[in-house]
């Protein structure tokens, strides 16, 4: 997809004028100053299905993003961690029991 194609598709997608330069400046690495608007960011994503991109702000802090597809998986998989942590604590505390008796 040309600049000037994505310009045109963020332009409708805001309502609001995207320039072709607007676009070169947010892609430049040296162009500080001109960084992009969250809604921009957003309709980017859209527009271009450049979904990996929803990682950058989490990734700051330590997160990811998932596909919402995986999400029971992964809050199965927690619950299994915590089981075996909580069937580890268990087992402890009836040996701790059973030595005192």
Same mark, same amino acid.
């Given at each position: 997809?040309?600049?000037?194609?994505?310009?045109?598709?963020?332009?409708?997608? &805001? *309502?609001? #004028?995207?320039?072709?330069?607007?676009?070169?400046?947010?892609?430049?690495?040296?162009?500080?100053?001109?960084?992009? #608007? &969250?809604?921009?960011?957003?309709?980017?994503? %859209?527009?271009?299905? *450049?979904?990996?991109? &929803?990682?950058?702000? #989490?990734? &700051?802090?330590?997160?990811?993003?998932?596909?919402?597809?995986?999400?029971?998986?992964?809050? !199965?998989?927690?619950?299994?961690?915590?089981?075996?942590?909580?069937? %580890?604590? !268990? %087992?402890?505390?009836?040996?701790?029991?059973? %030595?005192?008796?």
């Amino acid at each position: 997809m040309t600049r000037r194609h994505l310009a045109e598709l963020l332009t409708v997608r &805001l *309502g609001r #004028p995207v320039s072709e330069t607007s676009i070169e400046k947010w892609a430049s690495e040296a162009a500080e100053e001109n960084r992009i #608007p &969250l809604d921009a960011f957003i309709a980017l994503i %859209a527009e271009t299905k *450049g979904y990996e991109a &929803l990682g950058f702000v #989490p990734s &700051l802090f330590g997160y990811a993003v998932v596909e919402e597809k995986y999400v029971e998986i992964i809050e !199965m998989k927690q619950i299994e961690d915590h089981q075996r942590l909580l069937d %580890a604590r !268990m %087992a402890t505390l009836k040996a701790k029991a059973r %030595a005192r008796t």
